[in-house]
């Protein structure tokens, strides 16, 4: 499990680092996990050797949220007075999103119609 957590944090360290050396507008994190697909597509890391240590981390995810949960208290007064935006948004964004991603899915799969 250790190599499967020195990888996964190996690539998202070098997105980081490719992040903050080019100067890019694409966060370190996202650049980390394309690299990391591009790992595991071309077999250059076998899912074998993260997949103990992903499923760790997917096992406490909910933990990771506290933190963040914590922080949107601090804005508590801001979202009561911005609540119909946030929920408009909100709501909005996720079709979109669903849209987006049933037509990618449609594009790449070749879904009859």
């Known amino acids: 499990m250790l190599q499967g957590l020195v990888l996964l944090f190996g690539f998202q360290f070098i997105g980081e680092l490719l992040s903050h050396l080019f100067a890019l507008p694409i966060p370190g994190n996202v650049i980390g996990m394309a690299l990391m697909l591009v790992a595991l597509t071309s077999g250059i890391v076998k899912e074998e050797s993260i997949s103990e240590a992903g499923e760790l981390l997917l096992k406490y ?3 990771f949220f ?7 208290m601090l804005y508590f007064d801001l979202i009561a007075r911005e609540w119909l935006p946030i929920i408009v948004g909100t709501v909005v964004s996720t079709f979109v999103v669903m849209a987006v991603t049933g037509w990618t899915e449609q594009l790449l799969g070749g879904a009859d119609d």
């Open 66 to 72: 506290v933190p963040a949960g914590v922080g949107v």
């Open 61 to 63: 995810m909910a933990l």
